[in-house]
């Protein structure tokens, strides 16, 4: 179930039953007053939505006044599961669906949708399970340019740090990392097995953060990646997948299917500047559930990335609605 509706004597004791029943950062929808008491409706953040099926999503009929938040939102590329998700969780609240133009919806749907859009802070925590990051991925997503942008970012914070690669598949590869640790006064090492892993992770004990490139794999060669999840186990990395932003929705599920056996922590999704549509790929990790780190938005190191926020990327969904209104 998307909300949760409770309705307790005070405000206090429903706030606090939502924390019990929908965990700490549970998301209230509305609050109001009842005859007896008060009502609560929460969003939880851990809903799972049901798996979207390889084939065409069923036709959905959406109720007249989710109907421009549905087109603006399917402009952005959300799918169909996601957005019937969103529509059902406002059927709970007091919004009034069967017109449009209810000035609370925009701002309504986009708090409902901010809860399905986990966030990842761990990235750029001092949590010790994200002190070895490992990012992979297909190829050409922006993988060694996220990295050195994460990089620069944690040394920005005042932490020492180490980038190792296990890319020794393009000669290319490893020069364009090392021209970025280079860039960073940062120390450099290429691992070709794992036990050259499981060396340079001792060596450099010491730093605060290590980051780990790895060869782009398309996810349709599957034999590559168990020695790649050998290697990250081997590690104990906390593995980000980056994924472009523009990768339509069948072959986003695709990437994460091939990708999921690894055991991802979040998704960064790269490359966001370069399409009118993030809403597919977007969507499509969080019909997983997974949750997103960063959204990278152009080449510029390390400007070029801002940490996923779920409100900011929800109102971007629904922002069309806006402007559609004004033109
Ligand atoms: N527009 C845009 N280009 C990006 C972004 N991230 C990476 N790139 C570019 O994508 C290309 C491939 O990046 P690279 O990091 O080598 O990808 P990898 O093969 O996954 O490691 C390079 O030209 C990068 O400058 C991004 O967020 N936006
Ligand atoms: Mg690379």
């Known amino acids: 179930m998307l909300l949760k509706r409770i309705e307790k004597k005070t405000l206090a004791e429903a706030l606090e039953a939502v924390r019990t029943e929908c965990g700490a950062d549970a998301l209230v929808v509305e609050t109001r007053p009842t005859r007896t008491g008060f009502l609560v409706v929460a969003?939880?953040?851990?809903?799972?939505?049901?798996?979207?099926?390889?084939?065409a999503p069923p036709l959905l009929r959406w109720t007249r006044g989710f109907q421009p938040l549905a087109a603006a939102a399917a402009d952005f590329g959300?799918?169909?599961t996601v957005l019937h998700a969103v529509e059902r969780a406002l059927l709970g609240t007091k919004v009034d669906l069967s017109r449009p133009g209810d000035p609370a919806l925009p701002n309504?749907?986009?708090r409902v949708l901010a809860a399905l859009v986990h966030e990842a802070p761990g990235f750029e925590s001092t949590d010790p399970r994200f002190r070895v990051q490992a990012l992979v991925g297909p190829t050409g997503v922006g993988?060694?340019?996220t990295l050195a942008k994460l990089a620069a970012r944690a040394q920005g914070r005042g932490e020492s740090i180490a980038i190792l690669t296990l890319d020794t598949y393009r000669v290319a590869a490893v020069e364009q990392l090392r021209a970025f640790a280079d860039l960073l006064g940062a120390p450099f090492a290429v691992a070709f097995t794992t036990t050259d892993l499981k060396r340079l992770l001792a060596e450099h004990r010491a730093c605060d953060r290590i980051f780990v490139d790895t060869t782009g794999r398309s996810p349709r060669d599957r034999d590559a990646l168990p020695a790649l999840e050998g290697n990250l186990r081997?590690?104990?990395?906390a593995v980000l997948l980056c994924l472009a932003a523009g990768t339509h929705a069948r072959d986003a599920r695709l990437?994460?299917?091939?990708?999921?056996?690894?055991g991802l922590e979040a998704v960064c999704l790269t490359k966001w500047d370069e399409t009118v549509a993030?809403?597919?790929a977007l969507a499509a990790v969080v019909e997983r559930g997974l949750p997103f780190s960063h959204l990278c938005i152009g080449q510029e190191v390390p400007a070029d990335i801002v940490v996923a926020q779920g409100m900011e990327i929800?109102?971007?969904?629904?922002?069309r609605l806006a402007a559609g209104a004004a033109a």
Do not use: I, N, W
């Open 43 to 55: 969003a939880r953040p851990e809903t799972r939505l049901p798996q979207q099926p390889a084939t």
């Open 78 to 80: 959300v799918s169909a």
């Open 108 to 110: 309504l749907a986009a």
């Open 143 to 145: 993988k060694t340019t």
């Open 234 to 237: 081997a590690a104990g990395a």
């Open 255 to 262: 990437v994460l299917d091939a990708y999921e056996g690894l």
């Open 278 to 280: 993030p809403g597919e």
């Open 314 to 319: 929800a109102r971007a969904v629904f922002a």
